[in-house]
Structure formats: C-alpha cells, structure tokens
C-alpha cells in the first residue's frame, strides 16, 4: 500500500533534549504509514514521562505493518503502554477493535489522539483503559487475537510484571507483535535472549540495524503463571 505524504519527524535523542519536567505543551507531529496520516499530540506535562513520546521503536512497529500489509480487520487487539497510541490508532484505522492501556495519567492524550485521528463512526470499536502491569491484568480477558507493544522494554525493574501481562493476557493462538530498541545497561538483550524464550516461542520479523531496534512475533507457549518468574 502506497504510504500518504506527510511530513515526519521521530528522533528519540531530539526528544529526550527536549524534555522539560516542570513545562506543559501539546506538540503535534505527523506521520504516514499505510495510505493514512497520523497526526500525533504529545503532551510534555511533568506526570507523563516517556507516555509523551513517540519513540522509534512504535515508529519501526507502524512501518512493519505497512511492509507486511496487515490487516485487522474484525481482530481483538490490545496494545500494552500506548503513550501516544500512534501504534493502535493505525491498528484501529486497519480495521482492528483496539483496548489502548497505560497508566491513568496518560488516557487522557491517547483519547486526544483517538479523537483528532479516528472517525466519529470508526470509534465504537475503540476501548481506553488503565493497566499497570502485574497488577491490573486480571481485571482484562485473556481473548485477544493480538496484542501490540513497542519500546516496553526500557526498564529492569519492569520486566517481570510485563511477562506476567503478557502471558495473562495471550491464549495459544494469540499474535504477539513486540518493538523492542535495545540500550546498554537495562539488561534488554538477556530479556529478550533468556527471559521471553522461556514463556514465548519468538521470531524476530524485522530489525532497524541503524537504530538496534527489533520486532518480534511471539506466540505463547505452555508454561504457566505457577512457574517461578511469574509468581
């Protein structure tokens, strides 16, 4: 599909210089992928973090769809840590009924951008809610045909309430697309090398050598949460 013509601009270095904990601002930037334009608004206030970024690896996600020509349509999707929802707003806008998670303080930019980029008649398909990850994952249904995720691997401290997320939420035939950019010192690659591999059978589909960024597709495989790491 050919891509629309918009202009872009994703560079996470650009970004991180730009952060400025105690400023409030909504920047709006654009992108194209899979004959549609995105029109992102990240909202810079001093409780969003990196929820207000659009990361390259959520970038390298959206490419991966429009290379591959995939098609939501009539899917269950959920989408782990949207941030801006750039990822599951193109997946709503490829016919999929998307759930947006992440922390309750940055619902309300996702629905921001719900609501300057998808149809009044397109949004009955749409569902926004909280998820913190090893905690609120029981209130969600295990039914989903995928669940999307980019850049959620950025912190140690996180990974094994994201395992537990991830295989609470997957049954077998569940598709699991993840971008991952690996960085020194946050234990990244033995995550996705030793961690995933014990609870997820993966292939990497696609890589971004330039910026070490990888995307997986995962599948579940039949360990359950009564192993060691997820207890």
């Not at 609501?115 to 749409?126: D, E, K, T, V």
């Not at 959620?152 to 537990?164: C, D, G």
Request: aromatic content about 12%; hydrophobic content about 40%.
């Amino acid at each position: 599909m050919t891509t629309a013509s918009c202009s872009q601009n994703s560079n996470d270095d650009d970004i991180m210089d730009k952060i400025q904990p105690s400023t409030y601002y909504m920047n709006q930037n654009n992108f194209a992928f899979c004959g549609y334009c995105l029109k992102i608004a990240r909202n810079t206030s001093a409780n969003q973090g990196v929820s207000a970024y659009v990361w390259d690896a959520g970038v390298a996600l959206c490419r991966y769809f429009e290379k591959e020509n995939i098609s939501f349509t009539g899917q269950k999707v959920i989408e782990l840590g949207s941030g801006t929802g750039i990822v599951g707003l193109l997946a709503t806008l490829l016919g999929g009924n998307v759930t947006f998670t992440d922390q309750p303080n940055a619902l309300q930019q996702i629905e921001h951008n719900i609501a300057i980029n998808i149809p009044a008649a397109c949004r009955h398909r749409i569902n926004v809610r909280p998820l913190i990850w090893g905690e609120d994952h029981i209130r969600f249904t295990n039914e989903y045909d995928f669940i999307l995720g980019s850049d959620l691997v950025y912190s140690s401290a996180s990974y094994s309430s994201l395992i537990r997320t991830l295989h609470y939420l997957a049954h077998p035939d569940t598709i699991i697309y993840l971008a991952s950019a690996f960085r020194k010192g946050n234990g990244s690659l033995s995550f996705h090398d030793v961690l995933l591999p014990m609870y997820f059978k993966c292939l990497v589909v696609d890589k971004l050598a330039d910026k070490d960024i990888t995307v997986y597709k995962m599948t579940k495989i039949g360990r359950g949460p009564e192993d060691w790491f997820l207890t």
